[in-house]
């Protein structure tokens, strides 16, 4: 049970680098207008379920993480809507996501199953936080994992004019969905005994936990993007 918990971790130092080609800044008020260096992001947010969101992120709001692949095509790409209001704050992300590329955006990607969506809510002390990786041992019934990785579809990707020979200009339009769920952080012993049992009996299940017995919660996590970005050159964006 501790997999979900601590595999994200792992990530930790490969998300900070991956944010830092972006040009997010939390807390910040922001304006959905360009800014002095023509950038514009937006994102709206829509989760239902276990719990109901709807919101819009812009600018600093909006985070962008790149991290370019030794291949082609093998771009890691992050994205994140904040909201902040009132000691409330709300945050979908999305990634990494493997496979990301610009000449190509309708090529097959990948999330990383931990790290692949997450809406986390926080109001004063309390918090939570559904992920991909609790739905695959909670909800998804498929071994692949296929119901716990994020959509991540894209209906255009435009290079714009870049005023620095350093960075490419691209203009990111689409849309995102996934699911994900809450799992408790200590399961009860009543939900262990009876995965252990039906492994002993039965052999491998899928999901592995039974969500009921558990007090999980799932939500389905969907949204658009429209974000203007400079990413490190290369000499061959992909």
Same mark, same amino acid.
């Given at each position: 049970?501790?997999?979900?918990?601590?595999?994200?971790?792992?990530?930790?130092?490969?998300?900070?680098? %991956?944010? *830092?080609?972006?040009?997010?800044?939390?807390?910040?008020?922001? +304006? #959905?207008?360009?800014? !002095?260096? =023509?950038?514009?992001?937006?994102?709206?947010?829509?989760?239902?379920?276990?719990?109901?969101?709807?919101?819009?992120?812009?600018?600093?709001?909006?985070?962008?993480?790149? %991290?370019? *692949?030794?291949?082609?095509?093998?771009?890691?790409?992050?994205? +994140? #809507?904040?909201?902040? !209001?009132? =000691?409330?704050?709300?945050?979908?992300?999305?990634?990494?996501?493997?496979?990301?590329?610009?000449?190509?955006?309708?090529?097959?990607?990948?999330?990383?199953?931990?790290?692949?969506?997450?809406?986390?809510?926080?109001?004063?002390?309390?918090?939570? +936080?559904?992920?991909?990786?609790?739905?695959?041992?909670?909800?998804?019934?498929?071994?692949?994992?296929?119901?716990?990785?994020?959509?991540?579809?894209?209906?255009?990707?435009?290079?714009?004019?870049?005023?620095?020979?350093?960075?490419?200009?691209?203009?990111?339009?689409?849309?995102?969905?996934?699911?994900?769920?809450?799992?408790?952080?200590?399961?009860?012993?009543?939900?262990?005994?009876?995965?252990?049992?039906?492994?002993?009996?039965?052999?491998?299940?899928?999901?592995?936990?039974?969500?009921?017995?558990?007090?999980?919660?799932?939500?389905?996590?969907?949204?658009?993007?429209?974000?203007?970005?400079?990413?490190?050159?290369?000499?061959?964006?992909?």
């Amino acid at each position: 049970m501790t997999r979900t918990h601590y595999l994200p971790l792992l990530f930790t130092a490969l998300m900070a680098r %991956l944010a *830092g080609c972006g040009d997010k800044s939390a807390g910040k008020a922001a +304006s #959905a207008t360009a800014d !002095a260096r =023509g950038l514009s992001k937006s994102m709206t947010v829509d989760v239902s379920g276990a719990m109901n969101l709807h919101y819009e992120a812009h600018g600093d709001a909006v985070g962008v993480g790149f %991290l370019p *692949g030794k291949q082609p095509g093998a771009n890691w790409l992050t994205l +994140s #809507a904040d909201q902040e !209001a009132d =000691g409330d704050r709300n945050e979908v992300s999305i990634g990494p996501v493997v496979g990301f590329s610009f000449e190509d955006p309708d090529q097959e990607k990948h999330a990383i199953m931990f790290q692949g969506g997450r809406v986390e809510v926080a109001h004063d002390e309390n918090s939570a +936080s559904y992920d991909t990786g609790s739905y695959y041992q909670y909800y998804d019934a498929d071994k692949s994992g296929a119901n716990s990785n994020v959509k991540l579809d894209f209906s255009k990707i435009e290079k714009l004019e870049s005023g620095n020979k350093l960075l490419d200009r691209y203009r990111l339009i689409g849309t995102f969905q996934f699911n994900a769920a809450l799992s408790p952080e200590q399961p009860s012993d009543d939900c262990t005994r009876e995965a252990a049992a039906y492994a002993a009996e039965h052999g491998e299940r899928h999901p592995g936990f039974d969500a009921g017995l558990c007090n999980a919660k799932s939500v389905v996590a969907k949204g658009s993007f429209d974000i203007t970005q400079d990413f490190p050159a290369t000499q061959k964006a992909g």
